[in-house]
């Protein structure tokens, strides 16, 4: 069971390699506002629960690591489309929907989806998209 700090963890790795850059200590630290020793326990964790590989200082998602950054980022977009219908600006939604986005479960992530319509993308123009049983 990966706890929320992972999921935040996981989320830093695949924002910052979807960016273009590899992921590296210092930029998860930054990324998840953490000082690089708290960051390094929280990957070596994930690389050792098979999340992350570590290649020379780069840390990258494996297959089951980049499926559940995934479920977090759509449980982003979601939940920010929801408050953002809800009369929240779109980094308001941003902000409040980082407190939480973590802890839902999938499935209230999947029917919340479908009640909000199926939005094919969140209030900053992000994708939301089906993908077999998970969607991106
Ligand atoms: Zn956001």
Same mark, same amino acid.
């Given at each position: 069971m990966t706890t929320r700090r992972e999921?935040?963890?996981l989320r830093a790795v695949y924002e910052i390699s979807s960016s273009g850059t590899a992921a590296r200590l210092v930029d998860a630290a930054t990324y998840l506002s953490v000082k690089p020793p708290?960051?390094? &326990?929280?990957?070596?964790r994930l690389v050792r629960d098979g999340l992350l590989e570590k290649r020379g200082s780069d840390y990258v998602l494996t297959d089951e690591g980049r499926r559940q950054a995934e479920e977090v980022i759509t449980a982003h977009r979601v939940v920010e489309t929801l408050l953002y219908r809800a009369g929240f600006s779109p980094n308001e939604a941003c902000v409040q929907a980082r407190k939480f986005d973590t802890s839902i479960p999938y499935e209230v &992530?999947?029917?919340l989806y479908d009640f909000l319509g199926k939005p094919s993308q969140c209030p900053h123009g992000k994708r939301i998209a089906c993908r077999g049983e998970f969607f991106v």
């Open positions: 999921l935040d963890c708290t960051a390094f &326990v929280m990957l070596d &992530v999947r029917k």
